[in-house]
Nanobody, 124 residues
């Protein structure tokens, strides 16, 4: 089992920045790819970004490409999502997720573990 805890959410004005963190505990010795998803009220959970175990491969949704950056520090068992040039449409609860297989990308059903989420609100 892996436990994931997100932090770093909050209220920010449009054009501002936030950095989300996702701390993993438990069976962190295994090699997990990690993803960030978001869910706005009344909408389905949406893929945002994904990073391989080594950190050498990243993948982004078109809506955040060039503004968001995913990274990880395996020594700290932590994954980050740096969010710049935030827009009101980025407002959502952001979740991190862990994938044991290494093959999951944009489908939330392919991830094995989830955090509880952190709220990000971008005001106009």
């Amino acid at each position: 089992q892996v436990q994931l805890v997100e932090s770093g959410g909050g209220l920010v004005q449009a054009g501002g920045s936030l950095r989300l963190s996702c701390a993993a505990s438990g069976r962190t010795g295994s090699q997990y790819a990690m993803g960030w998803f978001r869910q706005a009220p009344g909408k389905e959970r949406e893929f945002t970004a994904r990073i391989s175990w080594s950190g050498g491969s990243t993948y982004y949704a078109d809506s955040v490409k060039g503004r968001f950056s995913i990274s990880r520090d395996n020594a700290k068992n932590t994954v980050y999502l740096q969010m710049n040039s935030l827009k009101p449409e980025d407002t959502a609860v952001y979740y991190c997720a862990a994938d044991r297989s290494g093959y999951a990308y944009t489908n939330p059903g392919e991830y094995d573990y989830w955090g509880q989420g952190t709220q990000v609100t971008v005001s106009s």
